[in-house]
């Protein structure tokens, strides 16, 4: 028996609902599938989800944000898309990505869609044809998990819920990512992210003191929602080892966010009171700890306790600040916000941003610029940490992705393949379901396919 048949019977046998196939038939589908992978190093934890296939029904941000974290992991990621529109966000642009030779009409392959779809195969189906649910159902057989971001109920009428891929594979993993989950008077309602931020208090809290509410920057509710479920996700494979089953993940925004509100929710359930609205970059029980307008930006800085205030007073040139009475501890300073607020403000306007940074260097002091985003990309630190990387696109040629953000001492998860053009891989993951040309080219014939 050779190592690679001792590999794969080890894995399988861990998962007590599956008896290990015989030597011949698990040659075969290891075969078939090994053209559809990507090439990879052994099986040595370098990519911690290497052999886990993931069908990945989902569209936007926060399904793609999650799968996008497996696939970065190493699972097999196949991305079921509408055959003609693709993912909605493949619109959703400028900017975007050209394609480098006028093979492809359009303008090219959209940011936002880049952003979150690397790592990952496309199939270009519709399974509103019943040829197309059967394809999909062959899917299923071979896939670990299963990722869908449709309303609560609407994937039943497709043969596609979760009570029927159960008896297709019951070691399924299902996670359905939703606005308001499926159960509770609001889940049939569609939710964007700036829907949740409003609803679930985030917006409430977010803006300056005596602004409007505004909405984070960044999705941030989609993306801590896709956190959120691909750390369910594993959870559920691991379980799935001791047990042998697989199960129904209820993920949404609403719960995610709720969750998020961390301290300030705790804040809100032990005083029983009112919370204190928005804060800006300020902070309600710190002092000073805010952004401050320098001559050509801005600038934040944090005197977490009173050693750290004497240590920004002195790099202001205002050690005198830190013997008067109003701004001894940090109780008197946040009775006396406005005064030492005015006062540090007057001071830093008179320098740029970058006299400050070096001022305070090496201070001990908690201090940052307030950079915009191509500063930040650009910024030493985030190249330090190569937290840009570049990957060769099949049409577009070299294209910069932001990276992955966790690093290993052992495992090297990251961009190994990127974000694919519409239908890219529907050939290879139809041979390997072992549908035949003449099949394929029907499929085409009768757009179930593209």
Not at 225 to 250: C, E, F, P, W
């Amino acid at each position: 028996m050779n190592v690679t048949f001792k590999l794969q019977r080890a894995f399988i046998a861990r998962l007590p609902c599956l008896q290990p196939p015989t030597k011949s038939k698990l040659f075969r589908h290891a075969a078939q599938w090994r053209s559809f992978s990507t090439p990879r190093p052994g099986a040595d934890g370098t990519l911690p989800l290497q052999g886990i296939r993931v069908l990945d029904m989902t569209r936007v941000l926060a399904g793609p944000y999650c799968t996008q974290i497996l696939g970065d992991l190493g699972a097999d990621v196949i991305k079921v898309e509408h055959p003609v529109r693709g993912d909605d966000t493949r619109a959703w642009g400028p900017p975007y990505a050209r394609y480098k030779d006028g093979s492809k009409k359009g303008p090219g392959e959209s940011a936002y869609y880049l952003a979150v779809n690397r790592n990952k195969k496309s199939l270009g189906l519709s399974f509103a044809h019943k040829s197309g649910v059967e394809i999909l159902h062959r899917l299923v057989k071979e896939c670990d998990v299963l990722v869908e971001n449709y309303l609560p109920g609407s994937l039943k009428k497709y043969n596609m819920d979760y009570e029927t891929l159960r008896e297709i594979n019951p070691s399924l993993i299902y996670a359905s990512i939703t606005g308001y989950g499926q159960t509770g008077p609001y889940s049939n309602r569609a939710g964007y992210d700036v829907m949740v931020e409003a609803e679930m208090g985030l917006m409430h809290i977010t803006g300056s003191r005596d602004g409007d509410p505004v909405k984070v920057g960044v999705a941030v509710t989609d993306l801590t929602t896709g956190l959120y479920t691909s750390n369910a996700i594993m959870a559920a494979l691991l379980a799935r080892v001791r047990t042998g089953k697989g199960q129904h993940i209820d993920a949404c925004l609403s719960d995610c966010q709720v969750a998020t509100l961390a301290n300030i929710a705790s804040s809100a359930l032990i005083s029983g009171k009112k919370d204190s609205g928005r804060w800006g970059t300020e902070h309600p029980s710190i002092v000073p700890y805010r952004s401050y307008r320098t001559l050509d930006g801005d600038i934040l800085f944090g005197g977490g306790n009173d050693k750290l205030f004497g240590v920004l007073c002195d790099r202001l040139g205002h050690p005198e600040w830190k013997e008067d009475s109003r701004f001894l501890t940090n109780s008197d300073r946040v009775k006396h916000r406005a005064e030492i607020d005015g006062l540090i403000e007057s001071c830093v306007k008179e320098k740029t941003t970058q006299e400050w940074l070096k001022i305070m260097e090496g201070s001990g002091m908690p201090y940052a610029a307030v950079n915009d985003i191509q500063g930040t990309l650009n910024h030493e630190h985030v190249k330090a940490r190569g937290m840009i990387t570049e990957v060769d696109h099949s049409t577009c040629g070299p294209i910069k992705l932001v990276n992955t953000p966790i690093k290993y001492s052992h495992a090297t998860p990251g961009v190994r393949t990127a974000p694919p053009t519409l239908g890219q891989h529907t050939d290879e993951i139809l041979e390997f379901l072992q549908y035949g040309e003449k099949e394929i080219s029907q499929f085409r014939q009768d757009a179930v396919v593209s």
